[in-house]
């Protein structure tokens, strides 16, 4: 009987003979006895939203039972800018359950992701990676229900300029090749990252396309599976390392800025949650509408989606893709199927009709679970987000939905259900709250919602402090204007957040 698992793409799962979730130390050390390997590296995220590495050379059995049972010593004031040089010294602890080989190693080499803790070996207060954890446990404790996530991961390729059998400008949705010219690319990153251990739902060429400066640039997207949040925020990690590497070995450049330039599409992170109780889906009621737990979750969301941004959209250019017509949102409020609001209810499986067995005549009327795939969708955030920062909000706002009296009203008086960009609902969007235009507005935002994110210990003072300093800094309140003056600027502004998050 063939094995499961061995059609699981993280080659560690073979080695060891159990799924990601249940390795132990005893697993990777046996991995590393029979399989040759020389290496491990740890791998954790950084205040600027970035993977960062430490690699070890395995001496012998005994020092890597030692690094993965102790960890490592590292300087957390250089890794936060919320930790003090004085105070600085962290430890890095593997978890076992994210453990891969590497696959850009030509030293075999397994790979794992850290956890952060403190001199007193406590989980460290102000880790991103942590306060993703507390707002998870919160929100279980508040709703019984457990939080489930998973991202959209958009981002330009730019190679040499390309001639041949050109797309149509800004037409390049799931556009196939040799119109689309890096399909093969984004399936060798679709490969790897399944590699890692990331659950992929599927990969397709996105809208943006066009030539400046004598490059070509080619938007792509990558789409997740919903897992609990926690694993959603290290795919994503995960997958952004993979693409930049790849590309790096291929030539390429990659970019998950919010915006290259203007009149083209800018890239998003679109965040899917769900609701879920004991394992099934916990969006929809009996009658396959949305339930009322679902629709407090999206009365948090619209509630917080002010400060949500201060998290979401880091950088000034990250306000240049927050603008009308282009898929990307600038007004509170929600619908189905809306691609103009900030939260959206996607198009569900919630049709009783057998679509397989009319596209399939000769087959068999097939069993269906109605309404297992259903999300809610906020448009808002880039890729310049800390995506620990990003979900670990997303968790805390859809509790506060629970919280909140008038929940149900809140969603009811917020719901769109047309293009609020057209001419003819100009009143209604003008009565519609709109989201912050800078990082200065959102820091302005975060500052007045900041007790609700440091709520049961969650968002701890000092990482906002650092987050509210970080997006004054920009001093980017009258940036439009003077982009408006000034073209070049936009384009330093570009060169300087290319490679951000």
Partial sequence: ???PLNQIPNKLVGYIGKRQSDFTRNDI???VQEHGIQMVNFMYPGGDGRLKTLNFIINDIEYLQTILTTGERVDGSSLFPFIDAQSSDLYVIPRYRTAFIDPFSEIPTITMLCSFFDKDGKPLESAPEYTLAKACDEFKKAT?????????????????????FPAVDQHGYHESEPFAKTNTFRTECMSYIAQTGGRIKYGHSEVGNFTLDGLTYEQNEIEFLPVPAQEAADQLMLAKWVIRNLAYRKGYNVTF???ITTGKAGSGLHIHMCLMNNGRNAMLGPDLKLSDEARKMIAGLLTLAPSITAFGNTVPTSYFRLVPHQEAPTSICWGDRNRSVLVRVPLGWTTDADMSAVANPTEKPAKRVVGEKQTVEIRSADGSANVYQLLAALAVAC????ELDDALGITSRGYVSVNIHSAQYADKLAS?????DSCAASARCLEAQRAIYEKHNIFS??????QIAMLRAYDDSDLRRRCAADRSL?????MRHIHCG
């Fill in 399 to 402: 509790r506060y939905g629970f």
């Fill in 29 to 31: 050390i046996r991995a």
């Fill in 257 to 259: 800025a919010p915006k």
């Fill in 490 to 494: 936009l384009h330093e502004l570009v």
């Fill in 144 to 164: 019984g229900l457990d939080f489930y996530a998973m991202g959209e991961l958009e981002y330009y390729v730019a190679m040499e300029e390309q001639t041949d």
């Fill in 432 to 436: 519609l709250e709109s989201l912050p």
């Fill in 1 to 3: 009987m063939n094995n």
């Fill in 461 to 466: 003072p000092s990482m906002l402090d650092a």
